[in-house]
């Protein structure tokens, strides 16, 4: 049995690849909260750091370019909105923020992970059936 919901090593993941990070598109609500929680614009490289903590990444850095791709998609959606910062010393940094449309997004992304999580527990069942086994115990799982 698995003993936690994340693969916590390329040699766990082998043993189904699929299994853990193929869910990238959540990556959109861990980003969207992230930017709600803030007070202020974050820099795409701070929603990298943070992203790592969320509960999604469980700990591991995610793909830095798969971040700045969803950042650019949700500008262009019209969820985040973005400026670039120029300070005195170093280089220029963008900066991201959430929008009132990307605000609204998030509610929805609350009820639709409600409804995953639905799907996902008729999945198990289904699954389990078909192995001819008891569902087994939700697993707690070590992010």
């Avoid at 766990?12 to 299994?19: F, G, P």
């Avoid at 992230?34 to 591991?60: C, E, W």
């Avoid at 996902?120 to 289904?126: F, G, K, P, T, V």
């Amino acid at each position: 049995m698995w003993s936690a919901c994340h693969p916590k090593s390329d040699k766990e993941l082998e043993v189904c690849a699929t299994l853990g990070k193929s869910l990238n598109r959540l990556s959109q609500p861990t980003i969207l909260t992230l930017l709600a929680r803030s007070n202020k614009p974050l820099h795409g490289y701070v929603i990298v750091q943070q992203a790592a903590n969320s509960p999604m990444f469980g700990g591991k850095k995610p793909d830095a370019t798969g971040i700045y791709r969803a950042l650019k998609r949700m500008e262009e959606s019209g969820l985040v909105s973005s400026h670039w910062e120029m300070p005195e010393e170093g280089s220029a940094k963008r900066m991201f923020e959430l929008t009132d449309k990307g605000r609204a997004c998030l509610r929805r992304w609350i009820d639709a992970l409600a409804c995953y999580e639905l799907t996902i527990e008729e999945l198990r069942a289904d699954a389990s059936d078909a192995l001819g086994i008891e569902v087994p115990d939700t697993p707690i799982c070590a992010h």
